[in-house]
Nanobody, 121 residues
Framework: QVQLVESGGGLVQAGGSLKLSCIASGRPASKYPMGWFRQAPGKEREFVAAITSLGRSTYYADSMKGRFTISRDNAKNTLDLQMDSLKPEDTAVYYC??????????????WGQGTQVTVSS
């Protein structure tokens, strides 16, 4: 079992930046590929980005490529998502996730509680 807690959400203007963080507890985060998802009001939860357990490989949803950067620090059991050039359509609750069995496509087994990101126009 691994517990995930996100932080760093908030309100930002379009074109701005925000960095989300997720801290893992329980089993060492280094055992799991991890990722970010998001869910906008009235929409299904969607994949954002993922990173392998040792951080050697990443991949992104097409709409986030070039704007978002996923990274991790296994010594601190943390996962980050740097979001740049934010758009109003990036407004959503962002969730940290970990998988025990599926990296690509990412199949979450563990979820955080989510953090709200609001981008104003």
């Amino acid at each position: 079992q691994v517990q995930l807690v996100e932080s760093g959400g908030g309100l930002v203007q379009a074109g701005g930046s925000l960095k989300l963080s997720c801290i893992a507890s329980g089993r060492p985060a280094s055992k799991y590929p991890m990722g970010w998802f998001r869910q906008a009001p009235g929409k299904e939860r969607e994949f954002v980005a993922a990173i392998t357990s040792l951080g050697r490989s990443t991949y992104y949803a097409d709409s986030m490529k070039g704007r978002f950067t996923i990274s991790r620090d296994n010594a601190k059991n943390t996962l980050d998502l740097q979001m740049d050039s934010l758009k109003p359509e990036d407004t959503a609750v962002y969730y940290c996730a970990a998988t025990a069995h599926g990296f690509r496509p990412f199949q979450p087994d563990y979820w955080g509680q989510g953090t709200q990101v609001t981008v104003s126009s």
